[in-house]
Nanobody, 131 residues
Framework: VQLQASGGGLVQAGGSLRLSCAAS????????MGWFRQPPGKEREFVAA????????NYADSVKGRFTISRDNSRNTVYLQMNSLKPEDTAVYYC?????????????????????????WGKGTQVTVSS
């Protein structure tokens, strides 16, 4: 699976950005998808994740109410709408995907696992929020 993130840039505090992640190869419409970020000088951290159907989502407390993750399986694309951006949201943002397990690919690890790691990673896109 190849993941290509785009949409990063420079924005003022209070502004908005929408990140996109296009997936190719494998069967991305069956994968859970997520966004992570790595602020300068810090460890990578979980931002948001979404199940393969798009029915369920999960967010880090720091972005809850401001960020929205969504997906369009017809386009093999996942989005991260970021509103009310703050300087502390400045980071490299990474798109990730997690494949189902088990015979027939019917078992999903769940948010507890996805918040820590996923199977496939794309190159990041830089988001810079100025104060």
């Amino acid at each position: 699976v190849q993941l290509q993130a785009s949409g990063g840039g420079l924005v003022q505090a209070g502004g908005s950005l929408r990140l996109s992640c296009a997936a190719s190869g494998g069967t991305p419409s069956t994968y859970a998808m997520g966004w992570f970020r790595q602020p300068p000088g810090k460890e990578r951290e979980f931002v948001a994740a979404i199940t393969w159907t798009g029915s369920f989502t999960n967010y880090a407390d720091s972005v809850k109410g401001r960020f929205t993750i969504s997906r369009d399986n017809s386009r093999n694309t996942v989005y991260l709408q970021m509103n009310s951006l703050k300087p502390e949201d400045t980071a490299v943002y990474y798109c990730a995907a997690d494949s189902p397990r088990g015979s027939g690919g019917t078992y999903y690890r769940g948010f507890g696992a996805w918040r820590h790691d996923m199977d496939y990673w794309g190159k990041g896109t830089q988001v810079t929020v100025s104060s």
